[in-house]
């Protein structure tokens, strides 16, 4: 049996942590900016930043496993 966990959560993160996707931190006229589908290297830096921590979170704390 192989675990799918990782992949699928990695997929979905990076689908909806694009800068400017959902939403963009920090925005260009706010902290936070919805829908805008426009990004800043300094958001790009950010989102990668989350998207390392909910990945050590999901993967690491929480230990998810989906066996298929």
């Known amino acids: 049996m192989k675990d799918w966990a990782a992949p699928i959560i990695a997929t979905a ?3 909806f942590l694009c800068p400017g996707l959902i ?17 800043t290297f300094v958001s790009m ?3 990668t930043v989350f ?5 050590i979170l999901f993967l690491v704390i ?3 496993h989906l066996y298929a």
């Not at 931190?25 to 902290?31: D, K, L, Q, V, Y």
């Open 23 to 39: 939403f963009q931190m920090p925005g260009n006229n706010r902290p936070v900016d919805f829908m805008n589908m426009k990004t």
């Open 62 to 64: 929480l230990n998810i």
């Open 45 to 47: 830096l950010l989102h």
């Open 13 to 15: 993160l990076f689908a």
């Open 51 to 55: 998207f390392g921590l909910f990945l």
